[in-house]
């Protein structure tokens, strides 16, 4: 991954923490619903020396998801957030 494509994620995850503290919620399961896909798949094709530089952005996204989805536990938005997510694990949310 180029230093651009990590400076957009963090671009991004800024940009969700924006939308966290300004509380719109609703652009910001927009922005998560992508974002942290390309984050876990940034993380896994990284090498372990780079792999540093995401998870600082990984974890920032991680709390403006666990922010949305506080609030709004169940709603449509968030159930469809919660299955990109899983969708996106590699072993299909199984936890195996």
Request: with cysteine.
């Amino acid at each position: 991954m180029t230093s651009l494509g990590l400076d957009s994620l963090r671009a991004r995850t800024d940009k969700a923490c924006e939308l966290t503290h300004a509380g719109r919620h609703a652009k910001l399961t927009e922005l998560l619903r992508v974002l942290i896909p390309d984050l876990e798949t940034a993380a896994r094709s990284l090498s372990a020396a780079e792999q540093s530089q995401v998870f600082e952005p990984m974890a920032s996204a991680y709390q403006a998801c666990s922010t949305a989805l506080g609030p709004r536990r169940g709603t449509p938005e968030t159930m469809s957030l919660w299955d990109a997510d899983v969708a996106a694990c590699p072993d299909g949310g199984s936890g195996r």
